[in-house]
């Protein structure tokens, strides 16, 4: 068949670069950002980061053809933060999230292994898994929720 070698779609060959900018001389305070060997996971959760910063106007990606794993990344700043910069900043506060939700999943299952039960710390303290206490206000179809204006 012709598909690709399915290492080529995750693995960097020798000399490429994961990351390429490329100023945008049209739009002031903006870049074009290539990266390689990532895909939509990546590029919406970035997106949804950067669009959380104040300090960004746009920010959207695009993958240009589902066969070549890369995908771009456009931000336009305010002009108090480089793309690159901002760029960066997101990463971080991304991989402290994606942290955080790793230790809160780990301890969620350290729970259950010892209760013994399906529902771990939740089922325990009376909580259901989306937040709301139990008892008469809280809980769904009790009270108000998240449909309610």
């Known amino acids: 068949m012709n598909a690709p070698g399915r290492h080529e779609s995750y693995v960097l060959e020798d000399g490429e670069k994961p990351v390429e900018v490329m100023e945008d001389t049209k739009i002031p305070n903006a870049a074009t950002?290539?990266?390689?060997?990532?895909?939509h996971t990546l590029g919406n959760m970035l997106r949804a980061q950067l669009l959380s910063m104040p300090q960004v106007l746009f920010a959207g990606y695009k993958v240009p053809h589902p066969l070549h794993p890369y995908f771009l990344i456009k931000i336009q700043t305010d002009g108090t933060v480089t793309p690159q910069a901002v760029?960066?900043?997101a990463c971080t506060k991304l991989i402290g999230t994606m942290s955080s939700l790793e230790t809160k999943f780990k301890r969620e299952f350290s729970y259950k292994d010892v209760e013994g039960t399906t529902g771990g710390a939740a089922v325990a303290t009376g909580e259901?898994?989306?937040g709301t206490t139990g008892g008469a206000g809280g809980g769904?179809?009790?009270?108000r929720d998240y449909l309610d204006f």
């Open 33 to 39: 950002i290539k990266i390689v060997k990532q895909d």
């Open 87 to 89: 760029l960066e900043q």
């Open 128 to 130: 259901d898994p989306y």
């Open 140 to 143: 769904w179809g009790r009270g």
